[in-house]
């Protein structure tokens, strides 16, 4: 009897977005659409002028069946030669799931093989075959390597019933999650489930410099571009009673899960309103009523829903390749770092690459 022969998988990194986007339509006829988040579109949407985008396709004889999504840290627009990778939400493989953890094994190999690539972080799930492949990499070749355990992603878990979430929080959150909205209700302000694009960027621009909490326009456009990417996504806000936006949100769905990407308030003419508070009591509402089972946030809950969240366990990874030059470079980035400036200092957190900067991990 013939044996049919054995699988022959090989990886190749992508130069360019166009052959990207032109691969990830075929290999999203693996997963469907249950992850728009998985999308090309999306993820280099994503990556905002301090990334570019580094993306493994993986074949199985000569036919494709899926891509790995990496991306690498500029620092001054130069490329530093490390990588990052985040698979703890599942957005890292567009492919065959059967070929999850080959796929990932191979691009790791395909990636610290590349003459350029100097070391790749990781945010990978604590119990999978990514862990199996990191293993079985770092056994095969001379790496410096480490791990530790982080949390990641805040996840809101929702009841069937809005009034048993109110009853769930703590009598000061759940008095000003009432009081607010009371308040905006007896004002005249009205909640919209739906903003069309144009709707929403026209919002967030106009209310970006009325918000209390500083966000650069560069940053609101990355994240309208994400909004604007995947297929299924959501945009709500809240209007006063002359019918100008005063606070807007936006985000995408994960499998059904929907993910909150940003709020912008008119925290400036508005501040005794917590129109923070009052948006999020209609979205948690809104987002009950239409079945779903948590909402995600994306960057952070805040003080107010954070304590309420959970959060997904995650391991952090770092691989280096050996060499007396990097090995400098990491250890003076890693003394350097509590000395600068914040922004200076996560660039050379991520370079350095240690549990004693773990906040090098960028959010999703």
Not at 146 to 159: D, G, K
Not at 193 to 206: G, P, V
Not at 313 to 325: F, N, T, Y
């Amino acid at each position: 009897m013939l044996r049919p022969p054995a699988s022959i998988y090989t990886a190749s990194l992508l130069s360019s977005k166009s052959e990207t986007l032109e691969l990830a339509a075929l290999a999203k006829g693996f997963v469907g659409d249950d992850n728009p988040m998985l999308d090309a579109s999306f993820f280099l949407a994503s990556l905002g002028s301090s990334w570019a985008p580094r993306i493994v396709a993986i074949r199985e004889n000569g036919s494709l069946v899926g891509l790995v999504y990496f991306k690498e840290r500029k620092v001054l627009g130069c490329a530093t030669g490390v990588l990052f990778a985040d698979g703890s939400l599942s957005t890292m493989y567009l492919g065959d799931p059967n070929s999850r953890g080959e796929a990932f094994r191979l691009a790791l190999d395909v990636l610290l093989s590349h003459r350029k690539i100097r070391g790749i972080r990781l945010k990978i799930p604590p119990h999978g075959p990514e862990g199996e492949a990191v293993s079985q990499v770092v056994a095969s070749q001379p790496l410096d390597a480490s791990h530790w355990r982080v949390e990641e992603h805040a996840r809101l878990i929702l009841p069937t019933n809005y009034d048993v979430f109110l009853k769930s929080l703590g009598s000061t959150t759940r008095h000003n999650f009432r009081y607010y909205r009371r308040k905006c209700d007896a004002a005249g302000y009205r909640f919209e489930e739906s903003l069309s694009m144009e709707e929403l960027r026209s919002a967030t621009m106009q209310l970006r410099t009325k918000t209390r909490r500083s966000t650069s326009r560069e940053a609101l456009e990355r994240l309208l571009q994400m909004v604007s990417a995947p297929s299924a996504r959501w945009a709500a806000g809240l209007k006063d009673d002359h019918g100008r936006w005063i606070s807007v949100a936006a985000g995408s769905y994960l499998d059904s899960r929907p993910v909150l990407f940003f709020q912008v308030n008119n925290d400036q003419e508005f501040e005794r309103l917590s129109l923070s508070v009052v948006l999020r009591a209609y979205l948690i509402e809104h987002f009950i009523r239409n079945g779903a089972s948590e909402l995600v946030f994306w960057a952070g809950a805040g003080s107010i829903l954070g304590r309420y969240c959970v959060y997904a366990p995650a391991l952090a990874v770092s691989l280096d390749k050996k060499g007396h030059g990097w090995r400098l470079t990491r250890s003076l980035a890693s003394l350097l770092a509590p000395r600068v400036p914040r922004d200076l200092a996560q660039d050379l957190g991520f370079l350095a690459g240690s549990e004693r900067h773990s906040s090098f991990l960028p959010q999703q």
